[in-house]
């Protein structure tokens, strides 16, 4: 268990007041959520505190009853029975999943970027919180605390063999399960558990990871493996050596489509394009008839290439297409 009146210390908390044991078997009860043992010894030991001048707060628990009411009542995410327990006084809190397979581990919520793990305990993050809390506020007149400033454990290259075998769990669960097209009580779990689970894995993994490449049958997947992939790209080769390979698939894939519609009269032009400041690249069919174009994204014909009468589909797709613009 952290020594978390320690960790408190550190971080400038003198003398913090706890929850009781009643207080902390009230809230799980309302919540369903069974807390993990460092997190209830967290709340036994400080029932909430903002750090200093910094717009950073760990939550009492009645904060995080009210942030995961609040979560729960606009459809934000639930991943395995996710509990708020810190925020930077913006709308993306820091919570800690209840629920195997990542029981303990914190997963950061953002509504206008990617969720995903960030730590493997409250423990770990109140470690890593020391050095961006002495760096400052962020800018002058800000309000919030951007929780990313404090660095992710999994920011990091490394992983443990824990991380690994939870990274396959998770990937497991999401190829049992599929992504779902449409909202669904576990719609949240299903989506996530694939790229959570690529996050998990370590550089060692590569192969695992650009196996999906190949594998995928949902254009979803193909965008989790190419961002991960581009992740290890700088420190290993064989992930770029995998990138470079699969775009060179995927034009060759669209060149094959376009000579496909060109054999039944429809013009069709395939294009890439680059995104510098992520890195992704990324693969367009567009459809011409004289002033009438439509467009597919090339996932989405790439992950269906060996489905029976794919081609007739696709010419039956463009026909329909050109016909509704005019």
Not at 35 to 62: E, K, M, Q, Y
Not at 136 to 160: C, H
Not at 170 to 194: C, I, K, N, W
Not at 249 to 266: D, H, M, N, P, T
């Amino acid at each position: 268990m952290p020594p978390f009146d320690e960790l408190l210390t550190r971080l400038g908390v003198h003398s913090p007041i706890g929850a009781t044991d009643a207080r902390i078997d009230a809230f799980e009860a309302a919540t369903g959520c069974r807390l993990p043992s460092d997190v209830r010894a967290l709340f036994c030991t400080c029932d909430g505190v903002r750090f200093g001048d910094a717009a950073l707060r760990l939550f009492s628990l009645d904060q995080a009853r009210e942030r995961y009411d609040l979560l729960r009542s606009v459809g934000y995410p639930s991943y395995w029975g996710c509990v708020p327990v810190a925020d930077g006084f913006d709308s993306d809190p820091l919570c800690v999943c209840t629920e195997p397979p990542l029981t303990g581990y914190l997963v950061h919520l953002r509504h206008d970027a990617s969720s995903g793990p960030a730590f493997r305990s409250v423990g770990s993050f109140l470690a890593a919180l020391a050095p961006a809390l002495d760096a400052g506020p962020p800018e002058d007149g800000i309000e919030w605390f951007p929780l990313d400033r404090v660095p992710y454990d999994f920011a990091a290259p490394e992983r443990t063999m824990e991380d690994v075998a939870i990274g396959r769990r998770l990937l497991a669960l999401a190829a049992g399960m599929g992504v779902p097209a449409r909202q669904t009580p576990d719609h949240d779990e299903r989506a996530a558990a694939f790229p959570f689970g690529l996050t998990l894995l370590s550089d060692t993994q590569v192969g695992e990871v650009a196996a999906f490449l190949t594998d995928a049958r949902d254009p979803f997947i193909l965008v989790c493996v190419e961002a991960r992939l581009r992740e290890m790209a700088p420190r290993i080769p064989a992930a770029a050596e995998a990138l470079r390979r699969h775009g060179e698939a995927q034009a060759a894939f669209l060149e094959r489509c376009r000579a496909v519609l060109e054999s039944v009269g429809i013009g069709s032009k395939p294009e890439r394009r680059e995104f510098p400041l992520t890195g992704e690249v990324s693969y367009l069919l567009t459809v011409r008839e004289g002033y009438v174009s439509a467009s597919y994204d090339g996932r989405a014909l790439y992950v269906r290439r060996d489905e029976p009468g794919f081609h007739d589909w696709f010419t039956g797709w463009a026909r329909k297409q050109l016909s509704q613009k005019h």
